[in-house]
């Protein structure tokens, strides 16, 4: 990595996952890495423990989109105690003492990252959308009738890219490459007209 990344120990590393012990190591492997605890896993694991108690669920998803780690296992205890029944109180017990390992490592990275005096630009994202989409992007590279190509989906994903780094005009040569690479951006069933920003293309696309 040192050959392709120049510095790279001066460069911020995020390594997002679930709490699995071989994700954490990662953070030895760089000089300046941040381990964070992904929102999805986190917020499943808090719905999978306080199933049934839909008051105790919502304080602790919001406390949890807020941010504040305190507050979440402030709740997540306060319904270990009050629980009766030996299984939820086995999940909640499970859950506490995750979250207690996992204090500092649930906060966003961000907030750290600003902590220990680093910039962090506003276009930055939180971590963990992706988890629960894993499944949509398994069926469409797996072998059915709805499976994307490889090489589809190479060009939607590099479309996708160029589109969030602000360069998608630029990169777009043609508006037969739009046609073949831009589905995503049309509406389902019928032709639409997609204007490129700062560009002269006029496209007509399909919805393949």
Sequence with gaps: MDAKYKNIDAIPVIINGDEAAWIKQGEGTFRTAFYQYDRFHISRAITEALRGDKGYLNK?????AEGDTERLLQVINEAYHKSREPAAKGRLNVLRKNLTNNHENIRDYRQRLQEAGIKVLPTWRSKGAAGSNVDK???????RGQAWSQQGLKGILTCLAKLYQGVLPEFVLTPKILIILLPLFCSKGKYTRYNLTHSQNNVYCYNL
């Design 137 to 143: 992007f398994k069926n469409r590279i797996a072998k």
């Design 60 to 64: 602790a998803h919001k406390a949890l």
